[in-house]
């Protein structure tokens, strides 16, 4: 049985605001719950320099980003602490070894209980940083996905996505393809499924993944925030 955890002791108490959670530490690796909102790694800019990456390395020592989650995007991020468990970890993640499962709010009835989303991916060259749809030139990305709950009252249905590929703003995209956006998308969704929440409905609820160093298998919840 791999290690399930939903909270961790820290240390030191973290600044007030400072825009994520500790869900696991240990001597190699942190786990943290992001905030939406939060650029994982800086941006393009002085006004982007600001990041989780900055942040959680002024509080821990050494720590560095292994992978990312868009900005919007809430939930569990992985960081190393030294450049062993960042090289070991790393490789999980382009060997796809790694397990993620997202929860995301989309505007209306899906109607089906469970699919496979199969649409290659490529960034648009006029409107960046969209991503579009490219059979020829695309990048494969592949999204399973299963229908959690339906709320017809509010015309949304909660879904658990679960990323074969890893490409940059997949489940935005594909979610969108299968017609139905997430709530608060700003950048796929349409104005009035914009609107619909404060934020971007979608959550990194949990990630898993081989201790470098002790070989067990650990599997890090969140709970969805929305």
């Given at each position: ?132 749809v490219d ?47 997430i709530l ?43």
């Amino acid at each position: 049985m791999g290690a399930v955890a939903q909270h961790a002791s820290v240390d030191q108490p973290l600044p007030e605001g400072i825009g994520f959670r500790v869900l696991w530490s240990d001597r190699s690796l942190l786990v943290l719950d992001k905030d939406s909102g939060l650029l994982s790694v800086p941006g393009i800019g002085e006004d982007k320099a600001d990041c989780l990456a900055s942040r959680a390395a002024r509080c821990f020592r050494g720590a560095r980003i292994v992978h990312r989650l868009d900005r919007d995007t809430s939930g569990c991020i992985v960081m190393a602490l030294d450049a062993r468990t960042h090289r070991e970890l790393s490789v999980q993640f382009q060997d796809r070894t790694v397990s993620k499962a997202y929860e995301a709010l989309v505007h209306g009835i899906v109607a089906d209980s469970e699919g496979l989303i199969d649409l290659p991916l490529r960034k648009d060259l006029v409107n960046t940083p969209l991503q579009v749809v490219d059979h020829v030139h695309g990048r494969s990305a592949q999204t399973s996905w299963r229908v959690m709950s339906r709320d017809a009252e509010r015309n949304t249905t909660r879904l658990e996505l679960l990323p074969r590929t890893g490409r940059s703003h997949q489940l935005r995209v594909h979610c969108r393809e299968l017609g139905h956006a997430i709530l608060g998308d700003d950048l796929y969704a349409l104005p009035a499924v914009r609107a619909m929440a404060p934020r971007l409905c979608l959550h990194a609820r949990s990630v898993g993944f081989t201790h470098p160093t002790t070989g067990e298998r650990m599997n890090i919840e969140c709970p969805t925030p929305f």
